[in-house]
């Protein structure tokens, strides 16, 4: 039976934090819906790219467009056999929402796997479900984990971090690491 993955996103959302992991997962069958607070089926999102350009900081230009396949107001979060939660600027406002937290909150209580790039962990601080988790994230994330329970851990731009039902990376290239992860965790098997 095929596995369906929650996909959160938002206006800004990384390009390719939200792009990669869209098409990776719906080529090994995954059903994948991606949905955005107060975005309807259709609406399209912006997406930004950041990349190091002599900053100290990333810097970000405007990426694609990207088009919501789901109504936010139609998820049905017991239709989803696991959460993917992309990074970017959007991340630190669709926390914002409380039906965003109770989806977070869902998938933690029934032990369903969650992967979380980026800045995307900033959707699982606020949710009450990082006491005692080692997770990793954008380095300038890392404080939020600390002051929601959790124990930050510095890796390589290309790894990620497994703790239970919850994998982390810190960027996007990480993702052959963080979605070899979550195939296992969902039970996709890639002959």
């Not at 790219?49 to 900053?55: A, L, P, S």
């Not at 049905?76 to 630190?92: K, V």
């Not at 699982?124 to 929601?148: E, F, H, Q, S």
Request: net charge negative; proline share 5%.
């Amino acid at each position: 039976m095929a596995k369906s993955v929650l996909m959160l996103a938002g206006d800004f959302v990384e390009d390719y934090e939200v792009m990669v992991p869209y098409q990776a997962l719906l080529s090994v069958g995954v059903q994948v819906d991606v949905v955005c607070p107060g975005k309807k089926k259709n609406e399209v999102i912006a997406t930004a790219i950041h990349d190091f350009v002599g900053y100290q900081t990333y810097a970000e230009l405007r990426g694609h467009n990207f088009v919501i396949n789901k109504s936010f107001d139609e998820v049905n979060i017991a239709d989803y056999d696991g959460l993917y939660i992309c990074g970017g600027r959007s991340s630190e406002y669709i926390r914002l929402n409380s039906k965003v937290i109770d989806f977070v909150k869902y998938f933690f209580e029934k032990n369903l796997p969650v992967a979380a790039i980026c800045h995307g962990i900033q959707v699982l601080t606020p949710a009450g479900v990082l006491n005692g988790r080692t997770l990793t994230a954008y380095p300038a994330v890392g404080p939020d984990i600390t002051l929601a329970g959790g124990h930050y851990k510095e890796v390589g731009v290309d790894k990620a971090v497994v703790d239970g039902n919850l994998v982390t990376s810190p960027a996007w290239p990480g993702h052959p690491d963080i979605l070899r992860e979550f195939y296992k965790m969902l039970g996709v098997v890639i002959g």
